[in-house]
């Protein structure tokens, strides 16, 4: 049974007022979902994606209703579908199977993998819970992935213990991320809250993040990404990278992160390159950051070899380039709070420190700056990074 909301959008049509749920209301439940968190619901969850997806009119709704726990084995929600907008709208819960054996056929390596649809909403309120203890210690599967989704819109969501990565998006670019809160434990390995690549003017904002690895990474072909209000930690921090991995050309541009708080985590804005890449990483901001017993508040790590075995030293490297932090403040674990350790192979160039004010978390300690062929130009900061120059 549909319910056409035409009236509802005359209304708001005559008052001028914004209405988004045009077209068709399915709920899950027609579907012949149990929602009770023990059934397999699969099954109702793709008859209702192919429905909505086949629907022609702009805007149609697929709500996953609230109270209900509804447990959803691997899908692929594939486009594309036929309207210019579909809403997929959660506001119950969608957990995972426990048992990483009943996982068999998880495309793409994602558990909830969105692929070829153009402007897609996906809201409501609800909860992703991926149930990913048994999975951390084989790390494979991403929670929900977007994949060649142009225009998505991912907001007001909580999302919880993913397997691996919360949230990724690769070739989804015209997006925009918001008002999410990523929760996995702080030991847990591997969950990166949000992971982007390869998708251009992508707007992340409003987010709670605490997760057991990066808050946010920014892989090869990302650009023109603003972030902006995010709280990280515990976590690694805001990435750029890794980039360059098995001598790969990689590129990252355009990045703008601003008004970010990091709480306890190993890192605050950090960059990482593995040795014999290439490409660049450039014109990248962090503006505006609040830092709390950060172990590395500010890093470019040109050497980076995460387990620390099979890096020798190579000759080629991703080029470091234009390269901002302004208005830093709050303290560092480690003693040195700057740490700019650029290839030896290519200089990073043109680094920019304007109010920085990091003081160590530790009573009695002082922070320091180290350079390894990094350039650049500094004012107020402390601490003084004059090897900058
Ligand atoms: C990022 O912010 C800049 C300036 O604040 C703005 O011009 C640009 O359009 C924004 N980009 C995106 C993708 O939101
Ligand atoms: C960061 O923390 C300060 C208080 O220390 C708070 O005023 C600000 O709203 C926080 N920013 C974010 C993005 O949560
Ligand atoms: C450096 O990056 C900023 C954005 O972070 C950009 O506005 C500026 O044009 C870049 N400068 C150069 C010399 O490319
Ligand atoms: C690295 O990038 C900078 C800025 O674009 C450029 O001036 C420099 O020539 C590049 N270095 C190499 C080795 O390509």
Request: glycine fraction near 10%; hydrophobic fraction near 35%.
């Given at each position: 049974?549909?319910?056409?909301?035409?009236?509802?959008?005359?209304?708001?049509?005559?008052?001028?007022?914004?209405?988004?749920?045009?077209?068709?209301?399915?709920?899950?439940?027609?579907?012949?979902?149990?929602?009770?968190?023990?059934?397999?619901?699969?099954?109702?969850?793709?008859?209702?994606?192919?429905?909505?997806?086949?629907?022609?009119?702009?805007?149609?709704?697929?709500?996953?209703?609230?109270?209900?726990?509804?447990?959803?084995?691997?899908?692929?929600?594939?486009?594309?579908?036929?309207?210019p907008n579909v809403h997929f709208e959660i506001l119950g819960t969608i957990?995972?199977?426990?048992?990483?054996?009943?996982?068999?056929?998880?495309?793409?390596?994602?558990?909830?993998?969105?692929?070829?649809?153009?402007?897609?909403?996906?809201?409501?309120?609800?909860?992703?819970?991926?149930?990913?203890?048994?999975?951390?210690?084989?790390?494979?599967?991403?929670?929900?992935?977007?994949?060649?989704?142009?225009?998505?819109?991912?907001?007001?969501?909580?999302?919880?213990?993913?397997?691996?990565?919360?949230?990724?998006?690769?070739?989804?670019?015209?997006?925009?991320?918001?008002?999410?809160?990523?929760?996995?434990?702080?030991?847990?390995?591997?969950?990166?809250?949000?992971?982007?690549?390869?998708?251009?003017?992508?707007?992340?904002?409003?987010?709670?993040?605490?997760?057991?690895?990066?808050?946010?990474?920014?892989?090869?072909?990302?650009?023109?990404?603003?972030?902006?209000?995010?709280?990280?930690?515990?976590?690694?921090?805001?990435?750029?990278?890794?980039?360059?991995?098995?001598?790969?050309?990689?590129?990252?541009?355009?990045?703008?992160?601003?008004?970010?708080?990091?709480?306890?985590?190993?890192?605050?804005?950090?960059?990482?390159?593995?040795?014999?890449?290439?490409?660049?990483?450039?014109?990248?901001?962090?503006?505006?950051?609040?830092?709390?017993?950060?172990?590395?508040?500010?890093?470019?790590?040109?050497?980076?070899?995460?387990?620390?075995?099979?890096c020798p030293a190579e000759s080629s490297a991703v080029n470091v380039s234009?390269?901002?932090?302004?208005?830093?403040?709050?303290?560092?674990?480690?003693?040195?709070?700057?740490?700019?350790?650029?290839?030896?192979?290519?200089?990073?160039?043109?680094?920019?420190?304007?109010?920085?004010?990091?003081?160590?978390?530790?009573?009695?300690?002082?922070?320091?700056?180290?350079?390894?062929?990094?350039?650049?130009?500094?004012?107020?900061?402390?601490?003084?990074a004059t090897c900058l120059s």
């Amino acid at each position: 049974m549909i319910f056409r909301k035409n009236m509802l959008v005359f209304i708001s049509l005559l008052f001028c007022l914004p209405y988004q749920s045009w077209g068709a209301a399915y709920n899950i439940m027609q579907y012949g979902a149990k929602g009770d968190g023990i059934t397999d619901d699969t099954k109702a969850f793709e008859e209702a994606w192919q429905e909505l997806c086949n629907d022609v009119e702009p805007g149609s709704t697929l709500t996953i209703p609230l109270v209900n726990t509804f447990l959803v084995g691997p899908i692929n929600f594939q486009g594309p579908c036929k309207s210019p907008n579909v809403h997929f709208e959660i506001l119950g819960t969608i957990v995972a199977p426990e048992d990483p054996s009943s996982w068999n056929g998880c495309l793409a390596g994602a558990w909830l993998l969105f692929a070829n649809v153009e402007g897609l909403i996906v809201d409501g309120g609800g909860t992703i819970d991926g149930r990913g203890n048994a999975w951390w210690t084989k790390s494979l599967t991403n929670a929900l992935h977007f994949e060649n989704c142009n225009g998505l819109q991912l907001r007001n969501l909580n999302h919880r213990n993913s397997p691996r990565n919360h949230i990724g998006l690769s070739r989804s670019s015209y997006s925009t991320i918001s008002d999410l809160d990523i929760v996995a434990p702080a030991y847990s390995p591997n969950t990166d809250g949000i992971d982007i690549s390869t998708s251009t003017q992508i707007q992340i904002q409003n987010l709670v993040i605490k997760t057991g690895d990066d808050c946010i990474a920014l892989n090869n072909g990302a650009s023109q990404i603003n972030i902006t209000n995010i709280n990280c930690g515990p976590g690694h921090g805001i990435s750029i990278g890794s980039l360059g991995i098995n001598g790969g050309y990689n590129t990252v541009e355009g990045i703008y992160v601003k008004n970010c708080n990091f709480s306890g985590t190993q890192n605050g804005a950090r960059i990482k390159t593995w040795q014999g890449g290439s490409g660049y990483a450039r014109d990248i901001t962090f503006e505006n950051i609040e830092l709390d017993n950060v172990f590395n508040p500010i890093i470019i790590d040109q050497h980076y070899c995460p387990n620390e075995i099979h890096c020798p030293a190579e000759s080629s490297a991703v080029n470091v380039s234009n390269i901002s932090y302004k208005f830093f403040r709050g303290t560092s674990r480690s003693r040195i709070a700057l740490n700019f350790d650029c290839s030896n192979m290519i200089p990073c160039s043109g680094i920019y420190l304007d109010q920085i004010n990091i003081i160590s978390s530790v009573s009695d300690e002082h922070t320091t700056a180290y350079c390894n062929n990094a350039y650049g130009t500094i004012s107020s900061t402390k601490p003084s990074a004059t090897c900058l120059s």
